[in-house]
């Protein structure tokens, strides 16, 4: 039986960045399905191609995680550059979120005015900067040298943000943004919705700061979808595609990976899973009361996909906030990426579309079977309904295709029923997943673990992961 020096259960983002920046080891890593990529895979559904999920890239340029790893590893992806990140649209009024901050600045002034934008949106892009220049970030446990790391970085952040580091979103905007319209707010938390998983309520400034400023970065649109991203990466890696791990087995100084379809060895295991996810892959009694202490995020996604027939030129990215909720959602606003009309296979015979909305992940594991498709009809036509009402030039009887999806559907495909993992609070950050776990050679990686939300943030834990890794238990 081979043994591995690291086996990756998972072709997620986390899972194909830390299997690239050690692709010179002998390792292995497993994939369920056909598709590389997990919940950022592209899919073929009768004869055309999605993004399972949302697509914008971020990250790509100097001094950041995922550009150092990209560089790291000698991959050049083929993105084009988006001149507007995002278009919102409210109550038939448009903001485009664009990297100049003048621009941006001079359009939000227009559609949600107030007299203290200019000091808001700044000290939003100044936090986000010297977050990103910040040189020790590190987050990690269960070891006396990764305690360490941590320390020096909690100490960096508060030297560099000082009592910002404990102030809330909400205190933060009840002080600059006094008396806040409700529906600037409603802009406010359909943009943190798409970062981090989560509203103004719930974040520190810091989280704040980092999720409104996504767009003043670089943002992509991958060509020929989002997994040829995972192509690339994983190219020179030993990868086992349709072949999905039922156990893994601790013994004395090795893992037994057993698949569907083999039995392995390894000395290091790295989950790109769902902490949630995970404890029913063990029988040791420590490990699955481990992955057992984290408490389940209940939400995920519903996402439409359709094939439109159409010539009209679209952005590649929107966002529709609504005055209600959606059905069996719990969001009022709706994302939808546009392929490039020129993409050569998500185009090849029409616009591929994603449009996706945040819903509860156990409500659809719960209902039974025609019930299930009763109410994934009903918000599947509620978000068709407004998405022909604010494309008015797109005609129902150009749609090719259409079908949709739910928690239950990617637990199907990329087993989690969860759609990323937990805001960070800053005063109980110990009890966040480490990628670091107390069992020797058994690792996490991937949204669910520090540090955060997006492309970015999974870089930025693959960094701390490699330098964890590299060190002796």
Known sequence: MNCFDMAVIGSGMGGSLISALNKEKDIIVFEKE????????????????????????????????????????????????CEVAIRVIHNKKSVDRVKDFDTFLANINERYPHKNNTLFWKTI???????????????????????????????ELLAVFKFDLFKSAQHFMDEILTDISSEYRAFIDAQLLITLQTTSKEISLLSLALGLSYPFHDVFYVNNGMGTLFEGLLKDVNVHKNEQIVKIKKEEVLYRVISNKNEYMAKQVILNSSVYNTAHLFDDENIK???????FSDQSAFAVYLTLDSQEDFLHHYQIILNENIPN?????IFISFSA????????????????????????????KEEYKKQKQITQNFIMKHFLENFVTIQQESIIDIHSATSATFNKFINRYNCGGKAIPFKNILQTPSCRTPFKGLYNVGDTVFAGQGCPGIALGVEVLNKEIHEPF
């Not at 009361?289 to 408490?295: D, L």
Request: contains cysteine; proline residues 2%; glycine residues 6%.
């Open 289 to 295: 009361n481990y992955y057992e202490s984290f408490s």
């Open 341 to 368: 009309k020129e993409d050569k296979k998500l185009s090849k015979n029409g616009y591929s579309i994603n449009i996706s909305t945040h819903t509860k992940a156990l409500f659809w594991k719960n209902i039974d």
């Open 125 to 155: 892009k100044d936090i986000d900067e010297k977050f990103w220049r910040l040189k020790r970030l590190h987050y990690a446990k269960y070891k006396l040298s990764s305690y360490v790391k941590t320390a020096y970085s909690m100490v």
């Open 34 to 81: 056909s598709n590389l990529g997990g919940c950022a895979s592209t899919f073929q559904k009768a004869g055309n191609f999605y993004n399972a999920g949302a697509t914008t890239f971020v990250g790509y340029e100097q001094n950041h995680p995922i550009k150092m790893i990209f560089e790291a590893i000698n991959y050049t992806p083929d993105m084009t550059k």
């Open 329 to 333: 959602g719990i969001s009022n606003s």
